[in-house]
Structures are given as C-alpha cells and as structure tokens.
C-alpha cells in the first residue's frame, strides 16, 4: 500500500548465528549488501527497558571465538602412566594461564574461556582435550593482541606438556561507531513512539555484536550504518533460565523499522 511513496530497494538481512559471532563475515563476504546507502539493525531488551530507545550505543567490542584442541597420548594411569602424554592438564595449564593474559593498556580487553572438555576415562591418560574460549577488545587493534597472546599461550603449553595443538577461529565481530545523521533521525523516530518515553544517545555497549560487521561493510562502500537498542522489560537477565521480555516491544521496534524506511526512501 505504500508502494507509490517509497522509491529504491529495501532488502531484509537476516543474522544467522549471531550468538557465536559465525554468520556475519559470510553475508558480508557475499557482496549482498555493497550496493546499500543504509544500514540499519537493532538488539531487543539486553540493556533497556520498555519505554526507552537507546539510539547510539557506544564501545562496540571487537572479538575473536577461538578453539583450541590439545591431542596427547592415551596409557593406563595405574600401570604406566609415565608412557602418556595428558592433554587434560595441557588444557587446564592452558585455562589459569589464558586468564592471567595481561590487560592492554589502551583499551578495554577481556577473555572468557567457557567450555573445557578433555579425557576418556578415570583410568586412562586423557589423549585428547578442547577449549572453547573468546577474547575482546575496544578496537581491532586490542583485540588482535588478545588473539596474539592466546597463540602463544597454546604453543607454549604444548611445547611444555608434549602434546600437539591446532587451533581454529570459529566466529568474530568488529568495533564500529554509528553515522550521526542516521541517529538524529532515530532519536526523532523513537520519540514520536507513543511507548517510548526516554532515549539515549551515548549509551556505553561494552559487549560484541555481529551486526557491526554488515555496518562496517556498509560504510567502507560508501553507505551509512547504525545499530540501536529497543528497550523491553525482563523477567532475568540475558543468557539466565529466566529470561523472558515484554514482546510488546517488538511491535515497537517494528514500528521504528517501518518510519526509518519511509523516511529514508520517500
């Protein structure tokens, strides 16, 4: 029904993935979206509640998902365990020392490692062992000294456990700072939301998201990008058994998405 009044083509983007930071690169990759003069995307909920827009979150967190895999050898831990090679305590050299990666001293960095598993059997050496971990970082910059300083870490534990390693980057996002028209616009936007009461405009992120990699494409073409925030209420917080949000809120968001076009393309 709005046909007449819209001129240009709209595309819709989905994000696949997005929690592991995997999906973007390959959109990006793709080319699909090299021709767009906007960008826009959005979170739900996460650090807003019902009634507020946050329209230009700052400190997006460049990021690194990382795996790695310790393989050693297997003998019984009774009889000889002198003839293995145990990639479990590899692994859990490997953790306390990941963790005790000193901070940068230009930026915000951080490092989780959330998944440790290794070993075969209580009376077996374990021959195998595998940490799934993150790194991130106030630029692109920061961030690669914690990816650097992980790859050290993980040679330097095999050298010293006598086991082998590979290790694989399994997803990642960049920093990326949003174009000041497309936030007076979405400020504007969102006030005129009869749910929306507040926005705000200087919001500090302090987390990753794989949306900045399409942003950042888009503006490296020539294009203009900005990913917000619509608040909605929570009955815990994110990633908790919990979590629930007022879903309200998407009708708001979609209200929102449906003005910036028009606005955008008359």
Known sequence: QNKTNLSGKIKLVFQP????VRGAAAIAASG?????????????SFCADTGTVIVNPKNFLSTTKIDIRYKGKPAHAGA??????????????AVTQLHGIARHGEGMTRINVGVLNAGEGRNVIPASAEIQLEVRGENKV?????VDQVMQIAQGIALSFDVSYETEI??????????????QLLEEIALQQPQIQHTNAAYAFNASEDA?????????HGGKAIYFIIGADRTA????????????????GANIYITLIQRLMA
């Open 142 to 146: 920061i961030n690669q000294y914690m």
């Open 170 to 183: 399994m997803g990642e996002a960049v920093d990326m700072n949003n174009d000041v028209e497309l936030v």
């Open 237 to 252: 917080g994110h990633h908790e058994a919990e979590f629930d949000f007022d879903e309200q809120q998407l009708l708001t």
């Open 32 to 44: 699909i979206i090299d021709d767009a003069d906007y960008f826009a995307a959005s979170h739900i």
């Open 80 to 93: 000889a365990p002198h003839s293995g090679r145990n990639a479990l305590l590899a692994a859990a050299h």
């Open 17 to 20: 993935a997005e929690e592991g």
């Open 212 to 220: 900045t990699i399409l942003g950042r494409r888009v503006q490296e």
